[in-house]
């Protein structure tokens, strides 16, 4: 079974759909996770964020690998080492739309996708799973929430890596991301017309866990 999980930053598909893919015995697969690890790959090679061509070549020949540990954390390996703690730093998150708005970074992040997913049985979230890199997916989902409750819950996030972060950057990050997310020309964020949407706002991660599971058991 192959399950998407599509929406914008903050809306906490990220957190759900480890939870779902956990309880269902699922690969878990954060797209999100992989466009973190090149952004991170760019900036370690201090490469300009603009500079397409650069963006593109380091892409392909970029090795980018997801693995699901024992309690249900996630591991990330960029070219072989562990980057799961460091692609989750502010400088990342204020980057990584950036770079995955190039057509050609998307289309060689989509083949990855795809080969971690063959299998059938994995769960994905991102922002195109269920319209672009799974749009047969058996089930689909669109995970969303007001957008001062989507700042609230990131920037909760974000303190733990960085206690000086304000609630006002933030905001400002996520609205430039959420424009640059739907605004792309290639594979931008929407959702997928036979998608369930999901307003989480005033959901707690379990409720929303919940909603879902008994979506696919009783779809009706």
């Known amino acids: 079974m192959i399950i998407a999980i599509d929406g914008p930053a903050g809306a906490g598909k990220s957190s759900v759909a480890k939870i779902i893919a956990k309880k269902l015995g699922l690969l878990y697969i954060d797209t999100g996770a992989m466009y973190r690890a090149l952004t991170l790959k760019a900036l370690e090679d201090k490469i300009d964020i ?9 892409s392909r020949r970029t ?18 080492r562990d980057v799961s703690a460091k ?3 502010p400088q990342i998150t204020r980057f990584v739309s950036d770079v995955a708005r190039v057509k050609e970074v998307r289309e060689v992040m989509l083949g990855l996708q795809r080969e971690l997913g063959q299998n059938g049985n994995a769960v994905l979230d991102g922002r195109d799973i269920g319209t672009v890199v799974f749009p047969g997916a058996d089930k689909k989902f669109y995970i969303d929430a007001d957008f001062k409750e989507r700042v609230k819950r990131r920037h909760k996030e974000l303190l733990a890596t960085d206690s000086k972060i304000t609630a006002v950057e933030v905001e400002a990050d ?20 036979d998608a369930l949407y999901i307003d989480t706002t005033d959901m707690t991660i379990e409720e929303v866990v919940q909603r879902i599971l008994l979506h ?4 009706k």
């Open 87 to 89: 692609i989750r730093q």
């Open 50 to 58: 603009n500079d397409t061509a650069r963006l593109i070549e380091i």
């Open 174 to 193: 996520l609205s430039n991301r959420d424009k640059i997310d739907s605004t792309r020309e290639f594979a931008p964020l929407k959702k997928a017309q």
């Open 63 to 80: 090795q980018i690998s997801l693995r699901n540990s024992p309690d249900g954390s996630l591991e990330v390996f960029l070219d072989g």
């Open 216 to 219: 696919i058991k009783n779809p």
